[in-house]
């Protein structure tokens, strides 16, 4: 299953759609399509953000697409989504648990006492 990566904003948890990078020496913010591979200096953004994005006063903006759109689950990911469904809904066998028995060398000695009611 391939992970699908989120926007990067925070508390939004849909998937990115677009790719965020600041050319700093040229004071400019370019907004493209969603990269092969997360970069360490970029930032994924979800197609809502990536439409609604301003930049820093001064800065300019540029939009290499303008129709964003969020990606679709393939049919891998709906596979293994149901194949982690099944297997968690599968019963799972109660653990055995035996006390281990002690040992010859070692005298039982237990927390509690037989007291005698006669005096």
């Known amino acids: 299953m391939m992970a699908t990566r989120q926007c990067s904003r925070s508390s939004c948890a849909r998937p990115a759609a ?70 968690a809904g599968r019963p799972r066998p109660a653990p055995t648990f035996t006390p281990p028995a002690p040992l010859a060398s070692e005298p039982r000695r237990g927390h509690l006492r037989v007291i005698s009611t006669d005096v």
Request: net charge negative; hydrophobic share 35%.
């Open 18 to 87: 677009a790719t965020l990078t600041y050319v700093y020496g040229d004071s400019t913010v370019v907004v493209g399509s969603l990269s092969a591979t997360a970069e360490p200096h970029s930032y994924d953004l979800c197609a809502h953000h990536a439409d609604r994005f301003t930049a820093p006063r001064g800065w300019d903006v540029v939009h290499i697409q303008t129709d964003f759109i969020e990606p679709e689950p393939s049919t891998d990911d709906l596979e293994a989504l149901a194949r982690a469904v099944r297997e």
